[in-house]
């Protein structure tokens, strides 16, 4: 989950940020022990994740959208996301948001 996009993405990740009517906000536990949690919007048929953050076993958090690609930790994913076949577990918008906001 940590591959990172390229910097010319930015205009359409954050189209797709701002214009999104629909998210869908997932956790994935990490072999680390760190949560990954990951909001993500509907786009040609596929789910684009549009904000990342890793909260790591060490309590360390780095989050990756649009206006921050990437780190020396890691970065945005670039791949779609498939709740059916990912280990991703659904969340509250809420539970994403406390985390995002921290």
Do not use: C
């Amino acid at each position: 989950m940590a591959a990172a996009r390229a910097p010319d993405v930015r205009p359409y990740l954050r189209a797709l940020d701002e214009s999104a009517t629909l998210r869908h906000h997932f956790r994935h536990a990490d072999e680390a022990g760190g949560l990954w949690y990951i909001e993500a919007v509907p786009d040609r048929g596929e789910l684009i994740v549009i904000k990342q953050a890793e909260l790591t076993s060490a309590d360390q958090l780095h989050r990756y959208s649009w206006e921050h690609l990437e780190n020396e930790h890691g970065g945005l994913t670039d791949q779609a996301i498939d709740p059916e076949e990912d280990p991703l577990e659904a969340i509250p918008a809420e539970e994403f948001h406390r985390v995002w906001t921290r």
